[in-house]
């Protein structure tokens, strides 16, 4: 627990040294927004439900990847092989994953917020929408660290995330819509608590098994 605990912290202190990583994360968000405000033309009318959920989540995705799947990819050789005199590969992971998760809950809010102000909210159960995207930023964080740390192994890393990626991240995303859209609907939580227990089951099979294989992929 030391260990993880002091490996996160230094993720925050890396973080807070290169300010413009986090701040070009914020444009992003805002500008990205601001362009779908203007895109939709808002001054003259409003959006459809459906469409401001998918915008939403098309928005938190593409800022996940470019968050979240560069934890391992931006990690130099040298570095890399300090960890590996010091830490266990089971404390490297799960502060990747915990940090990256804190990360991506604080940029789905700032977003949700901007979200908010300039295309409005329609959402009936601010509660359960809240919660599915906790959620759902823990279990992009999760995955994509997990992709990250396998295609920081190969010379094209950037290519082989994106490919390996698409498989393990639509499911997810099609269930992450799913409840966020019976949220937005205001519809009895009892009909889609299975939902939301599937992706919570989702978010903990891939940290057993991230848990469980980054030893191998550590040790190449």
């Known amino acids: ?115 908010s102000m300039v295309m409005g909210n329609p959402v009936n159960d601010l509660a359960m929408f809240l919660l599915t995207i906790v959620l759902a930023s823990f279990g992009l964080a999760t995955a994509l660290t997990m992709l990250s740390g396998i295609a920081s192994k190969a010379s094209n890393s950037s290519t082989l995330i994106a490919v390996l990626s698409f498989p393990v991240i639509i499911p997810m995303l099609l269930l992450i819509i799913r409840c966020s859209k019976n949220a937005l609907d205001g519809i009895e939580r009892s009909v889609y608590t299975d939902q939301l227990l599937t992706l919570i089951a989702i978010n903990a099979i891939v940290v057993a098994v991230s848990y469980l294989l980054f030893p191998y992929l550590w040790r190449s």
């Not at 391992?72 to 404390?91: C, N, T, W």
Request: proline share 1%; hydrophobic share 50%.
């Open 1 to 115: 627990m030391r260990e993880i605990l002091t490996l996160v912290s230094k993720e925050f202190r890396s973080e807070w040294r290169q300010k413009y990583a986090l701040n070009g994360m914020i444009l992003y968000l805002a500008s990205t927004i601001f362009v779908c405000y203007m895109s939709f033309s808002l001054k003259t009318g409003t959006i459809h439900a459906l469409s401001w959920n998918a915008l939403f989540w098309i928005i938190i995705l593409f800022t996940a990847v470019n968050s979240v799947a560069k934890s391992f990819i931006q990690e130099a050789d040298g570095r890399m092989l300090y960890y590996y005199s010091l830490v266990k590969p089971e404390s490297i992971i799960l502060s990747k994953i915990i940090y990256y998760s804190l990360l991506m809950m604080g940029l789905s809010l700032i977003g949700l917020f901007f979200y």
